[in-house]
């Protein structure tokens, strides 16, 4: 192999590589930090979950305000 093709080789590897491979992985990186849909589906299925429990709380809390006055207070 001449010189100029062993310059050729040297000069890939140490800068033409690291660059494609740090690319690769910022590419990479950056289509992952997105949700799929099968995240945003389950996203919003847990969403839906947290407000009817929410809703399920306040219907409790109203019937223990009017059932136990002061539980709130009790530890």
């Known amino acids: 192999m001449s010189e100029l093709g062993i310059v050729l080789v040297v000069l890939i590897l140490v ?11 910022v590419t990479r990186w950056r289509t992952s930090r997105t949700l799929s849909a099968e995240d945003e589906r389950m996203l919003g299925l847990l969403w839906e979950n947290a407000e009817r429990m929410e809703g399920r ?12 006055p002061g539980w709130r207070n009790k530890h």
Request: aromatic content about 14%.
């Open 57 to 68: 709380i306040h219907a409790l809390e109203r019937v223990l305000d009017v059932e136990a």
């Open 15 to 25: 800068f033409v590589a690291p660059l494609w491979i740090v690319l690769h992985y």
